[in-house]
C-alpha cells in the first residue's frame, strides 16, 4: 500500500529515523550474544543462492520497518509495473523489459500489442545458428580460414557485460576461440587489441544500441581499416564484421548486410543487455546451450522477486540493506568482493548497473530529493583486497557495508586452495562484525601504547552469499539478484532507475571541442578560462 508523502515524511520512514537512533550503538557482538540463533535466522535462499545476512546492524523490528517502507513505497506495485511492460521509464516513455529476455519460449509480454517474448526468441535463435557456425568453423573469414578471434567492439553497457561474462565463463568457453574487447576510445585499446592478429582469422562483433556511440563508431572504422589493410577487398567485411544494434539503418551505413544484425529494442536498457543480443560473444564462447542456462538463471531469478514474500525475497532484502545503510547510517559506499578469480570483473559490470541507475538527483516527478540516492559500489576479488584497502574497511574512520559472494566448490580444485580460500571470506566477514577488543589485545602481551592500534572495533556489516560452485545459470541468477536490488533501491528512493541524461553533456562538449582540436591556426575558444588554456597548452604540446 503505498503512501503519498515525501520520502521522508512517510511514517516507515520517521519510524526508521527513531529506530535508528535507538540501535546505532548496538554492536553486533551484542547482537548475537543476546540471539545466537539470528546467525541461522536472518538467512535466505532462492534458486540455489544462500543469504547469510545476520551480520548486519539490524534487529528484527528494524527488518520490520525496512519491510514496511517498502510497502509504503509501493514495490509491489512496482514490480508488477515493470513485468507487465508498463512504461515506467517515464522519461523515455519506455517499457523496462530485460526480464523479458529470459522469458521462457511460449510466454507472453506485449508491448504496444506487439509479443515481445517471441520476438527474443527469435534473435535468441538466429544468435545460436551464428555461434554454432563460429564455433564449429562452418563460418570462415573471406580467405576461407576458420574464425580463431572474435572481438567485441562496444562500451558501457555494449561492453561491461560481455567482458565481465567472458571471464565469469572461462571454464565453460571453447577455448580454441579468443575474445576480446574493445571499448575505450584511447587507439591503445584497438591496437593492443588486433596487434598480434591476422585479419583472416578474426571477426569483429560491432555492438551499439544506438550504433552513433562515439567511441565505439571510431574503433569500428578502425577495425575495418585494419581489417581491409590485410584482407584487400571491401566484401571481406561481410564475412568479418557482424552488428548487435537496435538501429538498423546506421547498420547499413556502416556497411555491415543486415542479414548479419542482430537485434534488440529500445525496452531494454544498456546496463539491463548482456542478455540480449549484446551476448553475442558469451554465447560464442559458451555456446547457445550455455547461455541458454544463464538465461534461466536469471529468469528463476526473476520468478523469486516477483512471487516471494518480501521478507525472504533477496534482492528485496539486499536493496533495503543498502537503504538502511545510505540514508540511516550515511555509508557512501558498497564494496562487493567475490572471492572466485572468475569473478573479477563483476565489481565494474556492477558500477554501471548500480550508479549508473540510481545515480539520480530527482524524484519520477522531478522534484530535488532531500536524502541520499545510489551509494558508489566498488569492489576486488578476494583474497586480493584484503592485501589492499581492507585496511581501511577494518579500522577506517568509514562504514563500509560489504557484500562477500563465495562457492563452495571450485571449478578448478587444487590441493587446499579452496579451503585456504573460503577460510578467508568466513574470516573475514567474521573479523569486521566482531572485531577484536582493547582487553583482548592487551592480553595477547601487548604493551599499552600499542594497543590501539591493533584494536579492531568491529561491528562493520556484511552480507555472505554463498553458491554451490559458478555455473552460467549461477551467473545470471546472481546478476539478476542485483539487478532487483538496484530496481528495489530506486523504488524507494522514488527515481527513475532507467534513464541516463548525466552522460550528455560531457557527450556534447567533447562534440564541440573535437574541431577546436583539430582546426588549424588560432581558432576561437569560447569555454572558461582554464579549459580554453588546456585546449591552447594540448596544441601546443601536440605539435
Ligand atoms: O553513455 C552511456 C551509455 O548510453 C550507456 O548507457 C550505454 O550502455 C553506453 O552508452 C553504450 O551505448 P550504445 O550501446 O548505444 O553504444
Request: glycine share 4%; charged share 20%.
Given at each position: 500500500m503505498s503512501s503519498h508523502h515525501p520520502?521522508?515524511?512517510?511514517?516507515?520512514?520517521?519510524?526508521?529515523?527513531?529506530?535508528?537512533?535507538?540501535?546505532?550503538?548496538?554492536?553486533?557482538?551484542?547482537l548475537f550474544k543476546t540471539d545466537p540463533a539470528r546467525g541461522e535466522r536472518m538467512t535466505a535462499t532462492a534458486v540455489g543462492v544462500f543469504l547469510d545476512y545476520s551480520k548486519n546492524r539490524v534487529t528484527d523490528e528494524t527488518l520490520k520497518l525496512l519491510l514496511g517502507l517498502a510497502d509504503e513505497c509501493g514495490l509491489r506495485d512496482r514490480i508488477d509495473a515493470m513485468f507487465r511492460g508498463d512504461k515506467i521509464n517515464v522519461t523515455e516513455k519506455r517499457a523496462v523489459l530485460h526480464t523479458a529476455l529470459r522469458a521462457p519460449r511460449g510466454t507472453k509480454i506485449l508491448v504496444d500489442g506487439q509479443d515481445v517474448v517471441s520476438d527474443v526468441h527469435g534473435v535468441l535463435d538466429k544468435m545460436a545458428a551464428f555461434a554454432d557456425r563460429v564455433r564449429s568453423g562452418e563460418w570462415t573469414g573471406h580467405t576461407g580460414k576458420r574464425i580463431r578471434t572474435v572481438i567485441n567492439i562496444g562500451i558501457g553497457g555494449s561492453d561491461l557485460g560481455p567482458v565481465m561474462a567472458y571471464e565469469a565463463l572461462k571454464h565453460y568457453s571453447d577455448r580454441g576461440l579468443t575474445l576480446r574487447f574493445v571499448s575505450n576510445v584511447d587507439g591503445t585499446d584497438i591496437t593492443e587489441a588486433t596487434r598480434d592478429l591476422d585479419p583472416a582469422e578474426t571477426l569483429f562483433i560491432i555492438s551499439s544500441k544506438?550504433?552513433?556511440?562515439?567511441?565505439?563508431?571510431?574503433?569500428?572504422?578502425?577495425?575495418?581499416?585494419?581489417s581491409l589493410a590485410g584482407l584487400k577487398d571491401e566484401k571481406a567485411v561481410a564475412k568479418h564484421f557482424v552488428a548487435v544494434s537496435t538501429n538498423a539503418e546506421e547498420v547499413k551505413k556502416f556497411g555491415i548486410?543486415?542479414?548479419?544484425?542482430?537485434?534488440?529494442?529500445?525496452?531494454?536498457?544498456?546496463?539491463?543487455?548482456?542478455?540480449?543480443?549484446i551476448g553475442l560473444s558469451t554465447m560464442i564462447a559458451v555456446g547457445p546451450a550455455g547461455f541458454r542456462d544463464m538465461l534461466a538463471g536469471f529468469h528463476a531469478m526473476d520468478e523469486h522477486f516477483k512471487t516471494a514474500p518480501f521478507a525472504q525475497n533477496l534482492p528485496v532484502l539486499l536493496g533495503l540493506l543498502t537503504v538502511w545503510y545510505t540514508n540511516f547510517f550515511g555509508s557512501e559506499t558498497v564494496a562487493v568482493l567475490p572471492y572466485d578469480q572468475y569473478l573479477k570483473r563483476f565489481p565494474a559490470y556492477l558500477q554501471q548497473l548500480t550508479m549508473e541507475s540510481n545515480g539520480k538527483r530527482v524524484t519520477l516527478d522531478g522534484t530535488e530529493v532531500d536524502y541520499q540516492t545510489s551509494p558508489i559500489y566498488w569492489g576486488e576479488p578476494g583474497t586480493n583486497g584484503q592485501h589492499s584497502f581492507y585496511q581501511l574497511i577494518h579500522q577506517g574512520t568509514k562504514l563500509i557495508p560489504c557484500d562477500f559472494i563465495a562457492f563452495a566448490k571450485s571449478l578448478n580444485p587444487s590441493g587446499r586452495h579452496h579451503d585456504l580460500l573460503m577460510a578467508n571470506v568466513f574470516a573475514q566477514a567474521e573479523a569486521l562484525a566482531f572485531g577484536k577488543t582493547a582487553a583482548e589485545v592487551k592480553a595477547d602481551g601487548n604493551p599499552d601504547w600499542l594497543v590501539p592500534h591493533r584494536t579492531f572495533p568491529g561491528n562493520?556489516?556484511?552480507?555472505?552469499?554463498?553458491?554451490?560452485?559458478?555455473?552460467?545459470?549461477?551467473l545470471g541468477s546472481l546478476i539478476a539478484l542485483y539487478e532487483h536490488s538496484v530496481f528495489t533501491q530506486g523504488t524507494i528512493w522514488g527515481v527513475n532507475s532507467f534513464d541516463q541524461w548525466g552522460v550528455e553533456l560531457g557527450k556534447v562538449l567533447a562534440q564541440r571541442i573535437v574541431p577546436e582540436l583539430e582546426a588549424a591556426g588560432d581558432p576561437p575558444l569560447a569555454h572558461d578560462a582554464s579549459t580554453n588554456a588546456l585546449i591552447r597548452r594540448y596544441r601546443k604540446m601536440k605539435g
Open positions: 520520502l521522508t515524511q512517510r511514517p516507515a520512514w520517521l519510524a526508521l529515523r527513531d529506530h535508528h537512533a535507538a540501535i546505532r550503538d548496538l554492536h553486533l557482538r551484542d544506438t550504433f552513433t556511440t562515439l567511441e565505439t563508431m571510431t574503433n569500428a572504422r578502425t577495425a575495418r581499416d585494419w548486410d543486415t542479414a548479419n544484425m542482430f537485434g534488440f529494442w529500445d525496452w531494454v536498457g544498456g546496463r539491463y543487455s548482456m542478455d540480449s543480443a562493520r556489516p556484511s552480507n555472505t552469499l554463498l553458491l554451490d560452485h559458478l555455473t552460467p545459470a549461477a
